[in-house]
């Protein structure tokens, strides 16, 4: 008997939804796409996924639903959106989730699944999902994939006992293998997010700060050591929290940021079009964990102060 594919359904569909969606119902999943103000362009042109790796790749006629009460039950919900509305997108979730659902957060930064969990039915798998991806949203429909696309899948919380949170975490991590993508199956969530942390914070918030993407940032003296600093900061305060982190992990990830395409960050985006950063997942949850465990992070806490005076002057437009 031939074995029918899990049901998928996206919650967010902007860049990251939107490659990801994209790509496995290229890889024949059975992909429902959560639309708001992209719907009528989505079910008019479908997606679009100007890829500098795979070509450009189109999907159309898309299954696209402005209203979450129009999705079929969904097995899998990979939730794209950012977590500055985490309170909004849980009764959505809730609504869109299958009895025993894999809900897979597709989030930057530290606990964002934590301060989810409480808002989610208790029969629901919560996994973390740490995107390794260079893209960004071009116009409505359309995201730029410039490079990577790997995807790191580690289980929170739920009702499933260790052997089985192993089969769900290899099922999610075969499901994303089958579209070309590379998958890794990780035991702990928190020190993957520490360790993404360390690129994360410093080139998204000095992206803004300083108006540059990652080319310019590197090729100048200053910005570079200001970035291998902040770096650095967040390593110390990953393992004061008792997380080990690779040894001259800050100096690797410069290198290898020189070798990918000019990019300018998620953050640099949201500051651009003038919408809430994600400054406390960033930014607030490392200072406050690394204070508890008696690490001090100067540089980075001068960077939230400088965001958050960036961020209240345009919302105050």
Same mark, same amino acid.
């Given at each position: 008997m031939q074995q029918v594919k899990p049901r998928i359904g996206i919650?967010?569909?902007?860049?990251?939804?939107?490659?990801?969606?994209?790509?496995?119902?290229?890889?024949?999943?059975?992909?429902?796409?959560?639309?708001?103000?992209?719907y009528p362009a989505v079910r008019e042109h479908g997606i679009t996924v100007e890829s500098r790796v795979h070509g450009?790749?189109?999907?159309?006629?898309?299954?696209?639903?402005?209203?979450?009460?129009?999705?079929?039950p969904?097995?899998?919900?990979?939730?794209?959106?950012?977590?500055?509305?985490?309170?909004?997108l849980a009764p959505l979730i809730a609504r869109a989730a299958a009895p025993g659902a894999r809900v897979v957060l597709l989030q930057n930064g530290l606990n964002n699944e934590q301060q989810l969990r409480e808002l989610l039915p208790a029969d629901l798998h919560l996994i973390g999902g740490l995107c390794y991806v260079c893209l960004y949203r071009k116009a409505p429909g359309v995201v730029v994939h410039q490079d990577n696309g790997m995807i790191? *899948?580690?289980?929170?919380?739920?009702? &499933? /006992? #260790? @052997?089985?949170?192993?089969?769900?975490?290899?099922?999610?991590?075969?499901?994303?293998?089958?579209?070309?993508?590379?998958?890794?199956?990780m035991g702990g969530l928190d020190s993957a997010r520490w360790q993404k942390l360390i690129w994360?914070?410093?080139?998204?918030?000095?992206?803004?700060?300083?108006?540059?993407?990652?080319?310019?940032?590197?090729?100048?003296?200053?910005?570079?050591?200001?970035?291998?600093? *902040?770096?650095?900061?967040?390593?110390? &305060? /990953? #393992? @004061?929290c008792g997380h080990s982190m690779p040894e001259a992990l800050a100096d690797k990830l410069l290198i290898g940021t020189q070798r990918i395409p000019d990019y300018l960050p998620s953050m640099y985006h949201d500051w651009l079009h003038k919408r809430p950063m994600e400054l406390d997942a960033l930014y607030g949850e490392a200072l406050k964990l690394g204070a508890?465990?008696?690490?001090?992070?100067?540089?980075?806490?001068?960077?939230?102060?400088? *965001?958050?005076?960036?961020?209240?002057?345009y919302l105050a437009e």
């Open positions: 919650i967010g569909t902007g860049a990251i939804g939107g490659f990801y969606g994209l790509m496995l119902a290229r890889a024949g999943h059975d992909v429902h796409f959560l639309l708001r103000s992209e450009e790749l189109n999907l159309h006629p898309v299954q696209a639903y402005a209203d979450v009460a129009e999705m079929p969904c097995d899998w919900l990979l939730v794209g959106a950012k977590s500055t509305s985490n309170e909004s790191d *899948l580690a289980y929170h919380s739920g009702p &499933a /006992a #260790e @052997a089985e949170r192993q089969e769900i975490i290899s099922a999610g991590a075969a499901m994303f293998r089958e579209t070309g993508l590379k998958a890794r199956e994360n914070a410093p080139f998204n918030g000095v992206s803004v700060i300083l108006n540059a993407g990652t080319q310019a940032l590197l090729a100048n003296e200053s910005s570079r050591q200001l970035i291998r600093e *902040l770096m650095q900061e967040v390593v110390n &305060a /990953a #393992e @004061a508890e465990a008696g690490c001090s992070m100067p540089r980075t806490e001068a960077l939230l102060q400088m *965001l958050r005076f960036v961020e209240a002057g």
